[in-house]
């Protein structure tokens, strides 16, 4: 009896690893099948050894950007469990595969999940969204900024014709999470004998109390450091088919970009046409070049999504069921 219920296991197991790793496939091949290789290669052999560098560049700033990912979420999950570097990235590049087919990124926390000994802890999904919402506190922050200055300096009337609800809503959002887990965090004891009566709010609330003010402002802390790099990741892209922006237009024009990508609702996160849109939707207002705009956005999304989803696809794929299991 033992045997067949860890046989099924093992099927499960293997299953589940399958329908994602097909999955993925499925919408990345999709995808890729409606980029223009032949126009991006052409773009590059205008100029091959600034192309090679900075290419190079770029795939540098890739792994500094996951890397710093992979550090905060192993630093916040670590009291409830140790991960080493490797396993936590493959787990981040995880997250990023099952993101792939999924609402907005929601299913990343489970793709890391399947890496760890204890795959439904309700803590670790907590402290993984918590993670998430660090990174969106600085998207809609600075990005709601930027608006605001593009609207003013190069009148833009189309941005003027996004849903500003939906913007003050996901600002009200992230300041209100915050301000909440500020005054649990200060009552704690008198909180936690109120949610006894439900074992995953209690579950949630104790991963959440783990959390002290330094290790918030560690997370936050690599968060923007993230997002610094999302911005010289896109500058050097841009830079490298020939669209030179300014310092000003780099603090203002990239996270107005940014965020319009983030709040317009897609169903997967390898919708690339949207990605497209959005830069659209502002440089080429501003006189560059549609097809250098359409090259540098696809780039961007080869290397961030494509390659880390293909990256995190083959780390599932590879996963063994001794190591989820133990």
Same mark, same amino acid.
């Given at each position: 009896?033992?045997?067949?219920? +860890? ?12 329908? $994602? ?18 126009? #991006? ?38 009291? $409830? ?23 907005? +990124? ?10 760890? &000994? ?21 998207? $809609? ?10 609207? &003013? ?19 009200? $959002? ?21 949610? &006894? ?47 030179? #922006? ?71 794929? #590879? ?8």
């Amino acid at each position: 009896m033992l045997g067949i219920i +860890r046989f099924n296991k093992y099927s499960i197991f293997w299953a589940i690893k399958l329908i $994602i790793v097909t999955l993925c496939f499925i919408f990345l091949s999709e995808k890729l099948q409606k980029i223009n290789f032949t126009m #991006l290669f052409s773009l590059f052999a205008e100029n091959t050894v600034k192309s090679k560098l900075i290419v190079s560049l770029i795939f540098i700033l890739f792994f500094i950007n996951w890397g710093i990912e992979t550090t905060k979420w192993k630093y916040l999950i670590r009291k $409830i469990e140790s991960i080493s570097f490797k396993n936590a990235f493959l787990a981040v590049m995880g997250g990023v595969a099952i993101s792939t087919f999924t609402l907005n +990124r929601t299913g990343e926390f489970a793709g890391r999940m399947m890496f760890l &000994k204890d795959k439904l802890n309700i803590g670790i999904a907590a402290l993984t969204v918590f993670g998430s919402i660090s990174q969106l506190f600085f998207t $809609i922050l600075f990005g709601s900024l930027s608006i605001a200055l593009v609207i &003013k300096e190069y009148n833009f009337s189309e941005l003027l014709k996004l849903n500003i609800n939906y913007l003050t809503i996901s600002v009200l $959002i992230v300041a209100i999470i915050l301000i909440c887990y500020l005054v649990i965090n200060r009552n704690k004891q008198s909180i936690k004998s109120v949610f &006894k009566i439900n074992n995953i709010i209690t579950n949630i609330f104790k991963a959440l109390s783990m959390l002290s003010f330094k290790d918030i402002t560690l997370a936050f802390g690599m968060s923007f450091l993230r997002y610094i790099v999302f911005i010289l990741q896109f500058y050097f892209i841009l830079k490298l088919f020939g669209i030179s #922006l300014s310092f000003i237009q780099i603090i203002t024009i990239l996270p107005t970009i940014f965020i319009v990508q983030t709040i317009i609702p897609t169903f997967f996160i390898t919708e690339i046409g949207v990605r497209i849109s959005a830069a659209l939707l502002i440089l080429e207002n501003l006189g560059f070049n549609e097809t250098k705009i359409i090259a540098s956005t696809t780039l961007l999304w080869l290397i961030n999504i494509a390659f880390a989803a293909l990256t995190g696809a083959i780390a599932i794929l #590879l996963l063994k069921y001794k190591k989820a299991k133990e």
